[in-house]
């Protein structure tokens, strides 16, 4: 399995609280067969060069340590961006603007709890500079929790989706889990990740989630969002969009009205 998402640079942002802690995290991964990892951490619009120079220092460090203890793991820069107006010149910018410095794939999560306006624009510049953007767990997102539907909107604008494995086990809670497994069981989502941020609760859950899916989805399907998809981003190949229908005009508010108190609907 190949992970895109996750924390294991420590002292960095809230994920791996130390090199040991990372190290433990890197051997969960590698004992749950997972091959690759990218680590994600948390960047937004404000980049200093040091910060940068601080996250590759540490993930060679990593690099180095998971080869002394003959981990079998390829670990592969990246970040989690969050969204800003002005996102695609902090992309371009950065050497961890986007996966494994190829200059492709970008991954990018929105507030929780409210949904920012110009979300489309963005992904649209994005996909006209030739940069694909990850939306990061949107099952996750409570702003859109009433209509899940509107997740699709990020694919009508040119975005892939990566679920979290926490969220299809449960972890977020029922309506994450429901969502995610929904997101899946119809093939809207490209990656799973595990967005593992320590050893504790929110760890590496791949295993689990892909013997979850493995009784509700094909196994061609199962392999390329858990391993097949992330080896395309290594060899910087664009992923085929998905495409989905456009929503129905919503109905105006009379024709509603009528409908609720009986007229005029036939
Ligand atoms: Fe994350």
Known sequence: MIDIHNHIIYEFDDGAKNLEM????????????????????????????????DYFRKLDILRNESARLNLNLGLHSGSETFFHHYIENTIKMRRTGT????????????????????????????????????I???????????????ILHFIRFGGLLQVNAGSLV??????VK????????????????????????????????AKMLADIVPADY??????????????????????????????????RMKEKIGIGVR
């Not at 410095?101 to 979300?119: D, H, I, S, T």
């Not at 449960?170 to 309506?175: A, I, L, S, Y």
């Not at 199962?222 to 060899?235: P, S």
């Open 22 to 53: 990372a190290l433990d995290m890197l051997k969960m991964a590698a004992d749950q067969g997972i091959t690759d990892v990218f680590a994600t951490s948390h960047f937004n619009e404000v980049v200093h060069p040091e910060m940068e120079e």
């Open 170 to 175: 449960g972890d977020f809670g029922r309506t």
């Open 136 to 150: 990061a767990h949107p099952e996750r997102y409570s702003a859109l929790h009433e209509r899940p539907e509107k």
């Open 178 to 209: 429901k969502i995610a497994v929904w997101l899946v069981e119809n093939r809207y989502v490209h990656f799973i990740g595990s967005d593992a941020h320590s050893t504790g609760g929110r760890c590496f859950k791949m295993d689990k989630a």
């Open 222 to 255: 199962l392999d390329a969002i858990v391993r097949g998809n992330g080896q395309k981003i290594l060899d910087n190949v664009p992923l085929e969009k998905l495409a989905v229908q456009e929503p129905e005009t919503p109905k105006g508010f009379l024709s």
């Open 99 to 134: 996966l494994a410095e190829k200059g492709l794939y970008a991954l990018m999560e929105f507030p929780l709890y409210l949904m920012p306006n110009g979300v489309e624009e963005t992904l649209f510049k994005l996909n006209t500079d030739g940069v694909i953007p990850i």
